[in-house]
T-cell receptor, first 111, second 112 residues
Framework: ETGVTQSPTHLIKTRGQQVTLRCSSQSGHNTVSWYQQALGQGPQFIFQYYREEENGRGNFPPRFSGLQFPNYSSELNVNALELDDSALYLC??????????FGPGTRLTVL | AQRVTQPEKLLSVFKGAPVELKCNYSYSGSPELFWYVQYSRQRLQLLLRHISRESIKGFTADLNKGETSFHLKKPFAQEEDSAMYYCALSGGRGGSQGNLIFGKGTKLSVKP
């Protein structure tokens, strides 16, 4: 059984740029959730995708968008990066939105 | 507003001592409560959930709806319990974890 993987591990961008983060679900899972974890904080829910449809969204602006593909892998896109977007981005996969299994995260730094 | 509060940023105990990590929540309805743990250099993983009412690695947690609490307890701490612990709630039903709301976490340090 393959666990959740995320790429890249680390990323440095400048303010105003756009970024795409990727997540491969655990084998057999059809649901992906994305979280933002700022330093010293708990993860904060961005959105969830279930069978390629958005299935809930947290309090994040529209410049945070996502996709889920037929193989249930997922992307998180962030446009017009701001300094406050610097954080660890976590992806979690699950089967039918049950127990979530987290990936190792992507550390994004915005300069 | 839905909220999870973990009042302690850091909890330090000696090996063999009892441990209680506090978690209070605010939610209108019947939430599902979880404890997640992150060991050093490892990913976040589920420790236990209140609906399963099981003990994992000697840890237990009881949901107290009157006090809106879900404290994590272990009678005898081990050094390998040192980690970051997050309490989380979900408004999902039947184990469904849609939107997980996390607390800020408590770092547990177990000294020899």
């Amino acid at each position: 059984e393959t666990g959740v993987t995320q790429s890249p591990t680390h990323l440095i961008k400048t303010r105003g740029q756009q970024v795409t983060l990727r997540c491969s679900s655990q084998s057999g899972h059809n649901t992906v959730s994305w979280y933002q974890q700022a330093l010293g904080q708990g993860p904060q829910f961005i959105f969830q995708y279930y069978r390629e449809e958005e299935n809930g969204r947290g309090n994040f602006p529209p410049r945070f968008s996502g996709l889920q593909f037929p193989n249930y892998s997922s992307e998180l896109n962030v446009n017009a990066l701001e300094l406050d977007d610097s954080a660890l981005y976590l992806c979690a996969s699950s089967l039918d939105a049950d127990t979530q299994y987290f990936g190792p995260g992507t550390r994004l730094t915005v300069l | 507003a839905q909220r999870v509060t973990q009042p302690e940023k850091l909890l330090s105990v000696f090996k063999g001592a009892p441990v209680e990590l506090k978690c209070n929540y605010s939610y209108s309805g019947s939430p599902e409560l979880f404890w997640y743990v992150q060991y050093s250099r490892q990913r976040l993983q589920l420790l236990l959930r209140h609906i399963s009412r099981e003990s994992i690695k000697g840890f237990t947690a009881d949901l107290n709806k009157g006090e809106t609490s879900f404290h994590l307890k272990k009678p005898f701490a081990q050094e390998e319990d040192s980690a970051m612990y997050y309490c989380a709630l979900s408004g999902g039903r039947g184990g469904s974890q849609g939107n997980l709301i996390f607390g800020k976490g408590t770092k547990l340090s177990v000294k020899p």
